[in-house]
């Protein structure tokens, strides 16, 4: 009896002490860790969105870009920074890769960050360099078929969400192509501009005006139906490539100890941000499709996600870096 009484005055005592917290937070500024490189979509939305934030919070909030190892550079420097909701991280599909490719983490990504509200999710388009003659999904295969080996398509890094979608899309295809990773997706439009790279299944943010503008062929999407912004690009299943759709979600992450009344106000912060019309306005212009926001339900589709990633990764025989 006495143990329980114990137990339960600790367990109290520390409700109590996250929500005294959570009334002063925050009283400094935040720092938001982008995994990925100035310019990416990851990078782009959560300026976004945090704009909107800091403007609630009356708080700065300092957005930094740590890209490298498949977003696992910034998210370890998260999951070990002080649980006190100071240092927040915002990820893609790239967080539930990463224990499958890399399995020498000096973090567990399952354990030790906390999913809290998704941003949206991200259509892609498969971009593919006119310089290399590549202008309908039909020219791509089949240079792939011809030439075994000899093409490559780029990604935003070893193990993200840009890297899986294509390998997905790849083993479709029932093609092969060489991998050359990138830190961002700039960075790999200018390569492909410049005929070195082939192909690369971008986010709409960043492809949408190369497409619009006709400087690289836009072969297909990466989504159930057409998109608005591009009806005369069919889907990926439209184009032959049955089963080959990936979900790239952008989200916000927490070190798992942070205490529940701030995750909870920041997860409440952060619907509100989203739900602004300037925000919801400058998301639509960027292709990102708003997701189920309602408590728990992120932390659902990560969970889930863990697994689904787990045996992609073994069925495309990548192995952990």
Known sequence: ?????????AFALSWCCGAVAAENWPSRPLHVIVPFGAGTTTDIVPRIVFEQVSDQLRQPVIVENRPGAGATTGSAAVAKAEA??????VNSSAHTIAPSLYPR?????????????????????????????LNSVADLVRAAKDRPGL??????GTGTATHL?????????????????FKSAPEILGEM????????LAPIAVALPFAQDGKLSALAVNTPQRLEALPNVP?????????????????????????????????QE????????????????????????????????VARQFGTDAELVRAAGLKPQ
């Open 84 to 89: 006190d909701g100071y240092t927040v991280l």
């Open 235 to 267: 889907t990926l299943a439209e184009a032959g490539f049955a089963n080959a759709e990936y979900s790239f979600w952008i989200g916000v992450f927490l070190p798992s100890k942070t205490p529940t009344p701030v995750v909870e106000r920041l997860a």
């Open 193 to 200: 501009l410049a005929g070195r790279i082939d192909y690369f």
């Open 151 to 156: 093409l490559n398509f780029a990604s935003a």
């Open 165 to 181: 979608s294509a390998v997905r899309s790849n083993a479709s295809a029932g093609i092969e192509a060489v991998h050359i990773p």
């Open 1 to 9: 009896m006495t143990r329980y009484f114990l137990l339960s005055a």
């Open 105 to 133: 983490l000096d973090y567990d990504p399952v354990r030790d960050l906390l999913a809290i509200v998704p941003l949206g999710t991200v259509p892609s388009v498969l971009l593919a360099s006119k310089v290399k003659g």
């Open 270 to 301: 952060t619907r509100k941000a989203l739900a602004a019309p300037k925000v919801r306005e400058k998301l639509a212009a960027l292709g990102v499709e708003p997701m189920d926001t309602s408590p728990g339900h992120f932390a659902t589709v």
